[in-house]
C-alpha cells in the first residue's frame, strides 16, 4: 500500500537504515579512501531531504551536518555549460552509459576522446573546460558556487580548500584523463587550470536540506527561478536516468525509477519530476562509488510512496 510521505515517514526510515547497521555494520559500505580527506569519514552517517512543490522541506537524520558534494556538482556545471555553449557541448561529450568505472581511461581510448557522457570523469574535465574557456579559473568557479548557491536559495554554501587539495594531491588518474583528452584536441585549457576548477567544484559542501533545495529546479517547478531553458531540464534528467550512477546506473533505474547523481562523498540527489527533490547522504560507498545506505532509501522511498516514474 502506497503510503504518505511526512516527517514520522522519513524518521522511521532513518531509525530502520540503523537498525539495519546495527545488525550488520558493513551495510554501512566504506568512505572513498582514495581521497584522503574522506576516507577518515565516520560511515555511520545517515541524513535525508525532501524538498517540495509547495516549498515545505521535511527532513530527518544528520540533515545540517556539510558534505562534500564531489560528482553531484556535474549536474550543475553541466547546467551552466548547456547554457552558455547548448547543444555544441554535445560534439564533445557523448550521451551514453559508460559500463566502465567513473575513472576509467579504456572508453576514452577506444573512442579517440570523446568521453561517453558528462558524469563520467573525462566527461566532466571537458564540461569543465568548457565553463573555463575564455574565463580566468577564480571567475570560474565563482560562477558555479553562484550558481548553486542560486539554485539552493542559500548564500551559506561553500568551497572546502581543504578537500580540493586532497583531490589535487592523489589526483593522478584525473591528470592522465586530462592529458589524453588535450591529445586529442578535446580539452581547450592547460591540464592543470581544467583540473584545479574541477577539484574545487567537487569540494563544494552542502548539507541534504541545501542541496535538495538546489535540486528543485530540475523538477521543473514554478516558484523556483528558472536557471536553465525547460528543454535542458529534460535533457538533464535524462541523462541522470541512464548514466548518473556511473557504472551502476541501469541497476539504480532498475530499484529506484528517478533521474539522480551520485557524489562519492556519499550523496544522493534524487529528482522527483513535477514533485521535488530528495537529497540523501550515507558516506559509505558500493562498489561502482554510490551510496550503500543512500541507495537503498532511495529505493526504500521511490516504492513506498510510489513515486518512480515508470
Wanted: hydrophobic share 40%; charged share 20%.
Amino acid at each position: 500500500m502506497t503510503r504518505e510521505l511526512s516527517k514520522d515517514y522519513l524518521d522511521q526510515l532513518v531509525a530502520d537504515v540503523h537498525a539495519l547497521a546495527a545488525d550488520d555494520p558493513n551495510v554501512w559500505g566504506a568512505p572513498a579512501s582514495y581521497i584522503p580527506e574522506l576516507a577518515h569519514i565516520d560511515p555511520a552517517q545517515f541524513a535525508i531531504s525532501v524538498a517540495l512543490e509547495d516549498g515545505m522541506i521535511l527532513s530527518a537524520g544528520d540533515c545540517d551536518v556539510p558534505f562534500s558534494i564531489q560528482s553531484i556538482s556535474k549536474v550543475f556545471t553541466l547546467s551552466i555549460a548547456l547554457g552558455r555553449v547548448g547543444d555544441t557541448l554535445w560534439r564533445r561529450v557523448g550521451r551514453e552509459p559508460s559500463g566502465n568505472p567513473f575513472d576509467s581511461v579504456m572508453k576514452l581510448e577506444q573512442e579517440k576522446g570523446k568521453p561517453r557522457n558528462p558524469f563520467i570523469n573525462a566527461g566532466a574535465i571537458v564540461t569543465t573546460d568548457a565553463l573555463l574557456s575564455g574565463h580566468a579559473p577564480k571567475e570560474a568557479l565563482s560562477e558555479i558556487i553562484h550558481f548553486v548557491r542560486a539554485a539552493a536559495e542559500d548564500d551559506d554554501i561553500h568551497i572546502n580548500k581543504t578537500v580540493a587539495a586532497s583531490e589535487k594531491a592523489t589526483g593522478y588518474r584525473n591528470l592522465a584523463l586530462a592529458h589524453y583528452l588535450r591529445s586529442y584536441g578535446n580539452l581547450d585549457n592547460e591540464p592543470d587550470f581544467t583540473l584545479g576548477v574541477y577539484y574545487h567544484q567537487c569540494a563544494i559542501e552542502m548539507t541534504t536540506v541545501q542541496l535538495a533545495r538546489a535540486g528543485r529546479f530540475l523538477a521543473s517547478l514554478n516558484d523556483v527561478p528558472k536557471l536553465i531553458a525547460p528543454a535542458k531540464v529534460r535533457s538533464l534528467n535524462a541523462l541522470m536516468m541512464t548514466c548518473g550512477q556511473y557504472d551502476g546506473s541501469g541497476e539504480f533505474a532498475f530499484r529506484v525509477g528517478l533521474p539522480s547523481k551520485s557524489g562519492v562523498g556519499g550523496g544522493l540527489l534524487v529528482i522527483v519530476p513535477h514533485r521535488g527533490s530528495i537529497a540523501i547522504w550515507s558516506p559509505g560507498l558500493d562498489s561502482h562509488g554510490n551510496s550503500l545506505m543512500g541507495t537503498y532509501a532511495a529505493e526504500r522511498l521511490s516504492r513506498d510512496l510510489g513515486w518512480g516514474v515508470f
